[in-house]
């Protein structure tokens, strides 16, 4: 059957986004002293200029003419990547909107240059975006970009993005999650669950002998094709055991969900490399 789409799991985002305006928060509160005072000129100039490209970008990206205002864009983002930090990094995702690889090249690169909560969060809703559902290009690069930012947040719309009914998808995920083997054990037990599940659900209908899974089962080897060793790879991460095939992580996991820590087997012996 196919995998549940990442719009389907409002609950997980909702966590997601609520951890990373956490996190934000915290980040903010060491500044709060020279927040109280007034801004310099050169300060209220970047902020009209940021205030003033983020209208124009929302505009041009998602209005109805957006292919033609490839130019534009292009335009907008050298101004963004002139002006840097972390809004700059935050107004480029709204160009993500615009279906052109150029523009959406040139917003990844912003995005990618800076690593912040705030863009956590705005990946992460920009999957419940409903007109950007069944945008498969879209969903890979928040994949990419979720592992560039490397931050505990982004394991939540991972975790959802490891569901996603294409492959690419599913695998470029699973890569973003190498970077983040040593986030807290709460914020991997999701993502493992998840991967488990699908891992072993895969597994079993690609091997039934069921007539009536005839079909199903085809379609589970083009899933397994396109992301096992991904996945794989990401499980042995994020849990530090060196397990192989769906029936073993099946049993760890049942043995060992509720564990306060996953450590590496005893002796190191066959344990994937640190």
Same mark, same amino acid.
């Not at 690889?101 to 419940?128: F, G, I, K, N």
């Not at 899974?213 to 083009?222: E, G, I």
């Given at each position: 059957?196919?995998?549940?789409?990442?719009?389907?799991q409002?609950?997980?985002?909702?966590?997601?986004?609520?951890?990373?305006?956490?996190?934000?928060?915290?980040?903010?509160?060491?500044?709060?002293?020279?927040?109280?005072?007034?801004?310099?000129?050169?300060?209220?100039?970047r902020?009209?200029?940021?205030?003033?490209?983020?209208? *124009? /970008? $929302?505009?041009? &990206?998602?209005?109805?003419?957006?292919?033609? =205002?490839?130019?534009? +864009?292009?335009? @907008? !983002? %050298? #101004?963004?990547?002139?002006?840097?930090?972390?809004g700059?990094?935050?107004?480029?995702?709204?160009?993500l909107?615009?279906?052109?690889? *150029? /523009? $959406?090249?040139? &917003?990844?690169?912003?995005v990618?240059?800076? =690593?912040?909560?705030? +863009?956590?969060? @705005? !990946? %992460? #809703?920009?999957l419940?975006?409903?007109?950007?559902?069944?945008?498969?290009?879209?969903?890979?690069?928040?994949?990419?970009?979720?592992?560039?930012?490397a931050?505990?947040?982004?394991?939540?719309?991972?975790?959802?993005?490891?569901?996603?009914?294409?492959?690419?998808?599913v #695998?470029?995920?699973?890569?973003?999650?190498?970077?983040?083997?040593?986030?807290?054990?709460?914020?991997?037990?999701?993502?493992?669950?998840?991967?488990?599940?699908?891992?072993?659900?895969?597994?079993?209908?690609?091997?039934?002998?069921?007539?009536?899974?005839?079909?199903?089962?085809?379609q589970?080897?083009?899933?397994?094709?396109?992301?096992?060793?991904?996945?794989?790879?990401?499980?042995?991460?994020?849990?530090?055991?060196?397990?192989?095939?769906?029936?073993q992580?099946?049993?760890?996991?049942?043995?060992?969900?509720?564990?306060?820590?996953?450590?590496?087997?005893?002796g190191?012996?066959?344990?994937?490399?640190?």
């Amino acid at each position: 059957m196919p995998a549940a789409s990442p719009a389907g799991q409002p609950g997980l985002l909702a966590a997601s986004l609520l951890l990373c305006a956490s996190l934000l928060l915290c980040a903010r509160l060491p500044g709060r002293a020279l927040a109280e005072e007034p801004p310099t000129p050169m300060e209220q100039a970047r902020t009209a200029a940021l205030r003033d490209l983020r209208r *124009d /970008v $929302r505009a041009w &990206a998602q209005g109805p003419w957006a292919l033609q =205002r490839k130019a534009d +864009l292009l335009r @907008a !983002l %050298a #101004a963004l990547q002139s002006l840097g930090g972390v809004g700059a990094a935050q107004v480029a995702i709204e160009a993500l909107h615009a279906e052109d690889a *150029d /523009v $959406r090249d040139r &917003a990844a690169q912003l995005v990618d240059s800076v =690593r912040d909560p705030s +863009l956590v969060l @705005a !990946l %992460a #809703a920009l999957l419940e975006h409903k007109a950007l559902r069944h945008d498969v290009d879209l969903r890979l690069r928040i994949a990419r970009s979720l592992g560039a930012q490397a931050l505990p947040g982004c394991l939540a719309p991972l975790a959802l993005l490891v569901q996603d009914e294409e492959p690419p998808v599913v #695998a470029e995920a699973c890569k973003a999650m190498l970077g983040l083997r040593d986030a807290p054990i709460a914020l991997r037990r999701e993502p493992v669950r998840r991967m488990v599940e699908r891992y072993d659900t895969t597994w079993n209908l690609m091997n039934s002998v069921r007539p009536e899974d005839r079909l199903a089962s085809r379609q589970a080897f083009t899933q397994w094709d396109g992301w096992h060793q991904p996945m794989r790879e990401a499980l042995r991460a994020l849990t530090r055991q060196p397990w192989s095939d769906a029936g073993q992580w099946r049993r760890w996991w049942n043995d060992h969900k509720k564990d306060r820590e996953w450590k590496a087997p005893a002796g190191g012996a066959g344990a994937p490399p640190p």
